[in-house]
């Protein structure tokens, strides 16, 4: 039977498939900052898992960082604060395939109509948290004026203002400090918020006791977040919406891995109480580990295989681990290259490059490589090069996974300039686009139009690339035999 879409009614608290049970009426424990794909498929999923096992029993007050997402709260809105959370892929050898209406939000403040109600929020005895994913840039200090009753449109200045309203509110009192959990992909990104909320104070000649407030009574944890968010699922929303009697524009979907690890005392359980619910949460010391494997192991799979793969004529990360060629190239960089690499536990650093290639397998997520080669070089030398310099170190010869990659890193990054893009051809004469700093480009762009012109050998570009400072902030020249291998691949990689 074929349903027209204008005759499905929109998801909201009266729609038939929302049971009793999603009708909540808990306190507001939460303030989120963030109404964006990521934090309603990672921490308002959890806190909706908490609160159905009876754990956390707490509300989420949502607002937006930017007047840009004043349509996407507006949607909130209308939905009632409630939206479909799909979870699909693989875990731990299985299919996963679930789907459920979320309910946490009990308040939508749009804070660029509505500022006053956003820093009335700050007078509720029972908030306990702040949550944001506002993007790197979202944690960024600039200098703004304080202008009583008007919006602060940057995040750390309304986390400031509404700190200060909470602090005169209850009058300093310890006890009324909160804990700030940014998940932002910014390294300490809790002690760059803290920094950032100081020097407004500082800057807005706020109390010097509110200031010791802030730093003494308030939690800024240091968090890393883990999970694939995929968003609007657009080709097949129409079929879902006609399977469940009711449209959901706020729909979302995810892949079932998640991990979120906190820098803080594990005392903080028993105030959200996410271990308790089944939640890969780990409360840790030190984060070092936990960034350090994703940036190496999943990041740095990421930069390695969308060179070549685009080279080889792939588009998507699902068809490189589907072909065994590049599966098995994958396989061997994970575990011979770079977990030998790591100064951790290898065990523990296996099994998480196992979850990793299981979820580059994901059916529903479509991961394309051109966007993953978004600034190539730079991302190389952040992910691969320590891994490479390591590996050297420590087996007095180089990883040739990574040197493959690092060489069709060099040929990816052959171009040519065409009406202000720069274009490249695949191994099959496939075009593609590279996206990076110009400089960065217009170097590689140089380099190989003086090799094709015949000005240079080919061993002199590898040279000059190595020796450019501005790529790698040093010489690597330096490291052993790196330019005879890569000169090696090279070579079998032009025409």
């Not at 006053?116 to 993007?135: D, I, K, Q, R, Y």
């Not at 939640?279 to 494997?293: A, C, E, F, I, S």
């Not at 999943?298 to 590049?326: C, R, W, Y």
């Not at 290259?337 to 100064?343: A, F, G, K, R, W």
């Amino acid at each position: 039977m074929n349903i027209n879409k204008s005759q499905l009614k929109r998801l909201s608290k009266d729609t038939n498939a929302v049971q009793s049970s999603h009708k909540m009426d808990f306190p507001i424990k939460v303030l989120q900052i963030g109404e964006g794909n990521f934090l309603r498929g990672f921490f308002d999923w959890m806190i909706h898992e908490c609160n159905k096992q009876g754990h956390f029993k707490g509300s989420i007050a949502v607002t937006q960082p930017r007047p840009a997402g004043r349509g996407k709260i507006a949607e909130v809105k209308r939905q009632d604060g409630l939206y479909t959370l799909m979870l699909r892929g693989f875990h731990q050898g299985k299919k996963v395939e679930k789907t459920e209406i979320i309910s946490v939000f009990s308040k939508v403040i749009d804070p660029y109509e509505e500022w006053m109600e956003f820093l009335a929020l700050s007078e509720n005895p029972e908030l306990e948290f702040v949550v944001s994913n506002t993007t790197e840039a979202g944690i960024k200090y600039q200098p703004i004026p304080l202008e009583e009753g008007k919006p602060i449109e940057s995040f750390p200045g309304k986390l400031t203002a509404f700190l200060y309203q909470r602090y005169l509110h209850f009058n300093g009192d310890a006890k009324k400090g909160l804990i700030m959990l940014p998940c932002e992909l910014l390294e300490r990104n809790g002690d760059s918020l803290k920094q950032c909320v100081l020097k407004y104070s500082g800057d807005w000649d706020l109390p010097k006791p509110f200031m010791e407030w802030v730093d003494r009574d308030n939690l800024f944890l240091n968090s890393l977040v883990d999970r694939i968010v995929t968003g609007f699922p657009a080709n097949e929303s129409e079929k879902l919406f006609a399977a469940w009697g009711y449209k959901d524009t706020l729909l979302n979907t995810a892949e079932p891995y998640h991990l979120w690890a906190i820098e803080g005392d594990p005392s903080i359980e028993e105030r959200l109480p996410l271990q308790q619910a089944g939640l890969n949460v780990r409360w840790v010391k030190d984060l070092t580990p936990y960034q350090m494997r994703k940036v190496r192991i999943l990041n740095g799979s990421h930069t390695l295989m969308a060179p070549l793969g685009i080279l080889s004529g792939l588009e998507e990360v699902k068809q490189a681990i589907d072909h065994p060629e590049f599966n098995q190239f994958l396989s061997n960089a994970i575990e011979k290259e770079i977990i030998p690499s790591l100064p951790f536990d290898q065990n523990e650093m296996m099994l998480y490059g196992e979850s990793v290639l299981e979820r580059f397998k994901n059916p529903f997520v479509h991961h394309l490589l051109a966007d993953i080669s978004l600034n190539s070089i730079s991302k190389f030398k952040v992910r691969l090069l320590p891994t490479l310099e390591e590996y050297h170190r420590v087996k007095g010869r180089l990883p040739d996974c990574i040197v493959r990659g690092f060489s069709g890193l060099i040929r990816f990054y052959k171009v040519n300039e065409m009406k202000g893009s720069y274009i490249g051809k695949s191994f099959s004469g496939k075009v593609y686009v590279v996206k990076d700093d110009i400089k960065t480009i217009e170097f590689f762009r140089e380099q190989w139009l003086r090799y094709e012109r015949g000005e240079i050998p080919l061993r002199q570009l590898i040279e000059a690339t190595l020796s450019n400072q501005y790529l790698w902030g040093k010489d690597l020249r330096e490291i052993p035999n790196l330019g005879n291998e890569l000169c090696r691949y090279l070579e079998g990689m032009i025409d």
